[in-house]
Nanobody, 113 residues
């Protein structure tokens, strides 16, 4: 499986970014997909998930601020991040939930104060 994330960058605290991910997974349309992040020095953590039918399951810390969407025909998943916080500076990855062994390169998100 190949996963390619994009859309990261530098954003001010309170700002917004939209991340994109394209997958090569054969069964993408039935997979639960997730966005994960890894703060430097910490373990990778799941931020939010989206079921095959579009139902989203955000972690408590991002509820009301982060929105996931997916396009099964394009095998893409998106993460709209609003009202970002400095502590959310991290490398963001997409992967299946539970995740494939192989990860993409991720996309760096830096939230400045």
């Amino acid at each position: 499986v190949q996963l390619v994330e994009s859309g990261g960058g530098l954003v001010q605290e309170g700002g917004s970014l939209r991340l994109s991910c394209i997958s090569s997974a054969e069964f993408f349309s039935i997979d639960t997909m997730g966005w994960y992040r890894q703060v430097q020095g910490n373990q990778r953590e799941l931020v939010a998930s989206i079921l095959f039918n579009g139902v989203t399951i955000p972690e408590e810390s991002v509820k009301g601020r982060f929105t996931l969407t997916r396009d099964n025909a394009k095998k893409m998943v998106y993460l709209q991040m609003n009202s970002q916080k400095t502590e959310e500076t991290a490398v963001y990855y997409c992967n299946r939930v539970p995740h494939h062994d192989r990860w993409g390169q991720g996309t760096q998100v830096t939230v400045s104060s």
